[in-house]
């Protein structure tokens, strides 16, 4: 009995030595999206995606928000974070450039992963780690749908997910995009307008920014429910094991 206590014991240790610690990934937003479209916010639909998938269960999935304390991204959280996952529209500007500098430097020099999304294009990480000016040709609410396509679909991120899937967007943004050229574009898409007008568009950008990997998705507006929809909830929990620096 005593060598069965030892050897469970012993099996114990090892596992408790051995198993690979978990992963974690921070989701942010700000706040603003409406409540009817998402009642926790952009934040929590992502979270309530990545904890429902079965690629997410040695993750740990941590909400974060501009209100929380330290902006939701305590030293503590950021130090240990994998990928952080950011979407903002109008609070910008309340983002402290200390923490921006923080993100800058987990990315650059540690290769934490950073995924920015639709109107994140304008948020100070975003901003900092692309070093140009993030703006599209266009913002126009004339979308009535993007038919989404995997343009490479031996890529990580397109893994699963739908050759072809529509999602509502009420808000098209045209290309270019103002960022560093990548060849590394797993979606694209056409962006139909009210009018029946059709619009290539560029969905899915991929860059490594020093030691990090960075992934870009155009689609995001809030006034529709995009983060609950289960093509883009593959790419989001894709995207998050590929922007993960390789251990
Ligand atoms: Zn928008």
């Not at 979270?47 to 999935?61: I, R, Y």
Request: proline share 6%.
């Amino acid at each position: 009995m005593k060598h069965l206590i030892m050897a469970v014991a012993v099996t114990g240790l090892a596992t408790s030595l051995f198993a690979a610690p978990k992963r974690t990934v921070v989701v942010w937003s700000e706040g603003t999206a409406p409540k009817n479209v998402y009642p926790e916010d952009i934040n929590g639909a992502i979270v309530e995606g990545l904890k429902a998938s079965p690629l997410m269960k040695d993750w740990d999935v941590v909400r974060a928000s501009l209100g929380d304390p330290d902006q939701g991204i305590s030293d503590e959280l950021l130090k240990k974070a994998d990928v952080v996952v950011w979407w903002g529209h109008t609070k910008h500007g309340d983002v402290k450039d200390e923490l921006v500098d923080k993100i800058e430097k987990r990315v650059k020099e540690e290769g934490m992963g950073f995924i920015a999304l639709h109107s994140a294009h304008f948020a100070k990480p975003n901003k900092r780690l692309m070093g140009t000016p993030c703006t599209f040709a266009a913002y126009v609410a004339d979308n009535k749908e993007n038919e989404m396509k995997v343009a490479m679909p031996n890529h990580p991120i397109c893994k699963g997910v739908a050759k072809t899937f529509t999602i509502e967007n009420d808000e098209r943004y045209s290309d270019p995009y103002a960022v560093p050229e990548t060849n590394e574009v797993p979606l694209v898409g056409v962006q139909v307008h009210k009018n029946g007008t059709r619009e290539d568009a560029k969905m899915g950008f991929c860059w490594t920014i020093g030691k990090g990997r960075f992934f870009y998705l155009q689609a995001g507006h809030e006034t529709n429910p995009i983060f609950f929809n289960p093509e883009i909830r593959k790419v989001m929990a894709n995207a998050v094991l590929w922007a993960a620096p390789k251990k």
